[in-house]
């Protein structure tokens, strides 16, 4: 039988070569496995026993892979070749040059390659070949170390995406962990750890530029013990890359020393042996400082190594701007709470005031429904409005509704909205007064005066604590802290069955009842004073005094319009009292209107007498409410104390003076 076996061609050798490495790379190898597969075909298609892949390291060959005796490697043949940059014969041995990764194909994406190849060779040892053959051996040694070239560039692009992938995962896990912190020390310690861990460095820097300064300011995060880190702003490598505006590496031994500020090393007992440094860009992409990482942990710091540094720093300028303005926001926020807070107190020392203030305080750490009780202009919303600034709900909308004012036809709309189409002039969605106080606090003043329809609807939504729009389906979460407050009679319109007994017990979980303005006492002296520095400083104008005779004025009235009425007096008091002074006429107080007395049979007596019964009992009530002092009750009388006497006197009143 004739054996039709046929040698193996180059081409073939080629061939099967060219399959070995397309079915290695399919398998995703690393380097390491891609030479233990390929490199014995490599040496069977060019048919020799010895060789492998040398790099360059520390100014030295290594062989990275090897086949066959290890021999003492050509080292000046392999750097005239890789010079000549083209494939070479001497001495027995063929080398051909492998060109690294970053040197192929596109290299502003192959330039970060952590795992780029090193300067490296494809060695092999020939045994004896005739001369003529030479030529074309080399020729074969070329297309070998291209298809290797070649094939080690995609591995090490395949890792290169791999590890680029790991780092902007890293870096982007990082950046949500800063956005969570509130502290700028904690931030900038954050940024500083993560730079170290992916640049395997030993610290990390970030200055930031006071531009008028003229300064680069780094802070106690950033490797200084205390205090904050001062350089000027053209000094070293930071300030080569503010001034450029372009990434800067520097290695010792390899670049000029001049480069680096020892300065700052001396001044932290520190030596910087490599450094890499990257601008920091704000949101409006304005120039903010500068980044960088110093001591590399391996052979210095390389191009990659900007890259990495350039994200890191994208991401830290936004989280460094983005919690300066939370930090401004929050304090915005919080001046404008206080002022709101501040511009209605609860004034007022008298005990009854303090027991409701006490118990305000307590039931502002909850979240328990509050009914609010009192006469018109006893103060029932600045007392829900303290209530809501003492809660934790604060800074959330306080909003407030009056029920009287409210027909039924609309009170459910306004309190709970209406979806676009629900009725006619309903020409767009609303939201309801439910949903615009969620988070907050929703005042329902003057709810004695509720239609019955309206608070069946809003017994429901306080016990199911949701809503549905007018003209909608959809039932909307609603969590407010309802205040109510009324000056009805509410017991008695329940059994007048004018109020819902359900609606009643629901909303009174809390009793508050403000007493009338009459009641207070001292506390009136208190409120005029501050109305009058409040308006007073409305207008410009300094604050005048209240002489003795208008405190007793003030406090002798008996305020039927409350709170409400005392702020009107002294708004106008403030407007037309031009004195430094305010006399008792200034406050142009007029007796409260008085009841008619029932029937119609006259009050007993002549003129005279009744005349003479008031003069006495309004000179006792003056006297008692100045305490007995006659002094006062005098210049509240508008009367000299002498002529009080001589009044009193001609009354046939006792005339004994105080001490």
Same mark, same amino acid.
């Given at each position: 039988?004739?054996?039709?076996?046929?040698?193996?061609?180059?081409? %073939?050798?080629?061939?099967?070569?060219?399959?070995?490495?397309?079915?290695?790379?399919?398998?995703?190898?690393?380097?390491?496995? +891609?030479?233990?597969?390929?490199?014995?075909?490599?040496?069977?298609?060019?048919?020799?026993?010895?060789?492998?892949?040398?790099?360059?390291?520390?100014?030295?060959?290594?062989?990275?892979?090897?086949?066959?005796?290890?021999?003492?490697?050509?080292?000046?043949?392999?750097?005239?070749?890789?010079? *000549?940059?083209?494939?070479?014969?001497?001495?027995?041995?063929?080398?051909?040059?492998?060109?690294?990764?970053?040197d192929h194909g596109n290299a502003e994406t192959l330039e970060s390659s952590i795992v780029s190849s090193p300067v490296a060779a494809l060695l092999i040892r020939i045994r004896s070949m005739p001369e003529s053959d030479l030529e074309g051996y080399t020729k074969q040694v070329n297309r070998v170390a291209d298809l290797v070239s070649t094939a080690l560039q995609c591995?090490?692009?395949?890792?290169?995406?791999? %590890?680029?992938?790991?780092?902007?995962?890293?870096?982007?896990?990082?950046?949500?962990?800063?956005?969570?912190?509130?502290?700028?020390?904690?931030?900038?310690?954050?940024? *500083?750890?993560?730079? =170290?861990?992916?640049?395997?460095?030993?610290?990390?820097?970030?200055?930031?530029?006071?531009?008028?300064?003229?300064?680069?300011?780094?802070?106690?995060?950033?490797?200084?013990?205390?205090?904050?880190?001062?350089?000027?702003?053209?000094?070293?490598?930071?300030?080569?890359?503010?001034?450029?505006?372009?990434?800067?590496?520097?290695?010792?031994?390899?670049?000029?020393?001049?480069?680096?500020?020892?300065?700052?090393?001396?001044?932290?007992?520190?030596?910087?042996?490599?450094?890499?440094?990257?601008?920091?860009?704000?949101?409006?992409?304005?120039?903010?400082?500068? +980044?960088?990482?110093?001591?590399?942990?391996?052979?210095?710091?390389?191009?990659?190594?900007?890259?990495? @540094?350039?994200?890191?720093?994208?991401?830290?300028?936004?989280?460094?701007?983005?919690?300066?303005?939370?930090k401004k926001l929050l304090e915005t926020c919080d001046r404008l709470v206080e002022d709101a807070a501040s511009a209605s107190p609860l004034i007022g020392e008298h005990s009854s005031v303090n027991k409701i203030r006490k118990t305000a305080a307590k039931v502002a750490k909850t979240d328990l429904t509050v009914l609010v009780l009192g006469q018109n202009g006893t103060? &029932?919303?600045?007392?829900?409005?303290?209530?809501?600034?003492?809660?934790?709900?604060?800074?959330?909308?306080?909003?407030?509704?009056?029920?009287?004012?409210?027909?039924?036809?609309?009170?459910?709309?306004?309190? +709970?909205?209406?979806? &676009?189409? *629900? +009725?006619?002039?309903?020409?767009?969605?609303?939201?309801?007064?439910?949903?615009?106080?969620?988070?907050? =606090?929703?005042?329902?003043?003057?709810?004695?005066?509720?239609?019955?329809?309206?608070?069946? &609807?809003? @017994?429901?939504?306080?016990?199911?604590?949701?809503?549905?729009?007018?003209?909608?389906?959809?039932?909307?979460?609603?969590?407010?802290?309802?205040?109510?407050?009324?000056?009805?009679?509410?017991?008695?319109?329940?059994?007048?069955?004018?109020?819902?007994?359900?609606?009643?017990?629901?909303?009174?979980?809390?009793?508050?009842?403000?007493?009338?303005?009459?009641?207070?006492?001292?506390?009136?002296?208190?409120?005029?004073?501050?109305?009058?520095?409040?308006?007073?400083?409305?207008?410009?104008?300094?604050?005048?005094?209240?002489?003795?005779?208008?405190?007793?004025?003030?406090?002798?009235?008996?305020?039927?319009?409350?709170?409400?009425?005392?702020?009107?007096?002294?708004?106008?008091?403030?407007?037309?009292? =031009?004195?430094?002074?305010?006399?008792?006429?200034?406050?142009?107080?007029?007796?409260?209107?008085?009841?008619?007395?029932?029937?119609?049979?006259?009050?007993?007596?002549?003129?005279?007498?009744?005349?003479?019964?008031?003069?006495?009992?309004?000179?006792?009530? *003056?006297?008692?409410?100045?305490?007995?002092?006659?002094?006062?009750?005098?210049?509240?009388?508008?009367?000299?104390?002498?002529?009080?006497?001589?009044?009193?006197?001609?009354?046939?009143?006792?005339?004994?003076?105080?001490?």
């Amino acid at each position: 039988m004739k054996d039709r076996t046929r040698p193996q061609t180059s081409e %073939n050798t080629e061939i099967q070569l060219v399959a070995g490495v397309a079915n290695a790379l399919r398998r995703d190898l690393n380097r390491r496995d +891609f030479f233990d597969l390929v490199m014995p075909e490599v040496l069977s298609c060019l048919g020799q026993n010895a060789g492998g892949i040398v790099h360059q390291r520390d100014g030295q060959w290594h062989p990275e892979v090897w086949l066959g005796d290890q021999l003492e490697v050509p080292e000046l043949l392999i750097g005239e070749t890789l010079d *000549a940059g083209k494939t070479a014969y001497a001495e027995g041995w063929c080398v051909a040059p492998l060109v690294p990764a970053a040197d192929h194909g596109n290299a502003e994406t192959l330039e970060s390659s952590i795992v780029s190849s090193p300067v490296a060779a494809l060695l092999i040892r020939i045994r004896s070949m005739p001369e003529s053959d030479l030529e074309g051996y080399t020729k074969q040694v070329n297309r070998v170390a291209d298809l290797v070239s070649t094939a080690l560039q995609c591995i090490d692009l395949g890792l290169w995406r791999i %590890n680029r992938i790991s780092q902007l995962q890293a870096v982007m896990d990082a950046a949500a962990q800063w956005h969570r912190l509130d502290d700028d020390v904690a931030l900038l310690h954050g940024i *500083a750890d993560t730079a =170290t861990a992916l640049l395997n460095c030993e610290r990390a820097s970030i200055f930031l530029w006071d531009k008028r300064r003229k300064k680069l300011i780094g802070r106690p995060a950033l490797g200084v013990s205390e205090g904050a880190l001062e350089v000027d702003d053209s000094v070293g490598v930071v300030g080569e890359v503010l001034g450029s505006q372009e990434p800067r590496i520097w290695n010792g031994g390899s670049d000029d020393e001049s480069r680096v500020n020892r300065k700052v090393d001396e001044s932290l007992e520190f030596e910087t042996r490599s450094l890499v440094a990257v601008p920091m860009r704000g949101q409006r992409d304005d120039l903010i400082g500068v +980044f960088e990482a110093i001591n590399h942990k391996g052979n210095g710091f390389q191009d990659h190594d900007t890259t990495v @540094l350039n994200d890191l720093a994208t991401h830290a300028a936004v989280a460094i701007q983005s919690l300066k303005t939370r930090k401004k926001l929050l304090e915005t926020c919080d001046r404008l709470v206080e002022d709101a807070a501040s511009a209605s107190p609860l004034i007022g020392e008298h005990s009854s005031v303090n027991k409701i203030r006490k118990t305000a305080a307590k039931v502002a750490k909850t979240d328990l429904t509050v009914l609010v009780l009192g006469q018109n202009g006893t103060g &029932k919303e600045v007392l829900a409005r303290h209530i809501h600034f003492e809660s934790e709900r604060r800074n959330a909308p306080f909003i407030a509704v009056n029920c009287a004012a409210l027909v039924e036809s609309l009170l459910e709309s306004e309190l +709970f909205g209406h979806e &676009k189409g *629900a +009725f006619t002039d309903a020409n767009q969605t609303r939201q309801g007064k439910f949903e615009l106080a969620t988070g907050g =606090t929703l005042f329902l003043d003057e709810v004695g005066d509720m239609s019955p329809g309206g608070q069946a &609807k809003l @017994l429901r939504v306080l016990e199911e604590k949701v809503v549905v729009r007018v003209g909608g389906s959809q039932t909307i979460p609603v969590d407010v802290r309802v205040i109510a407050a009324t000056n009805q009679p509410l017991e008695q319109m329940i059994v007048e069955k004018r109020f819902r007994e359900d609606l009643y017990f629901r909303l009174n979980v809390v009793n508050l009842s403000l007493p009338p303005l009459s009641q207070r006492g001292d506390d009136i002296l208190l409120l005029a004073n501050h109305f009058l520095e409040q308006f007073c400083y409305q207008i410009g104008r300094p604050v005048p005094v209240f002489k003795r005779s208008a405190q007793l004025a003030l406090q002798s009235h008996s305020w039927p319009g409350n709170i409400r009425e005392l702020r009107n007096t002294i708004e106008r008091v403030a407007y037309l009292c =031009t004195e430094e002074e305010i006399e008792q006429d200034d406050l142009m107080l007029t007796a409260a209107p008085r009841q008619r007395v029932s029937g119609n049979a006259p009050i007993k007596g002549t003129l005279n007498d009744a005349t003479r019964q008031f003069q006495v009992e309004h000179i006792e009530r *003056a006297i008692e409410f100045c305490s007995g002092n006659m002094t006062d009750a005098a210049e509240y009388l508008g009367l000299h104390r002498s002529n009080l006497y001589r009044k009193m006197g001609q009354l046939g009143m006792n005339e004994s003076e105080d001490e």
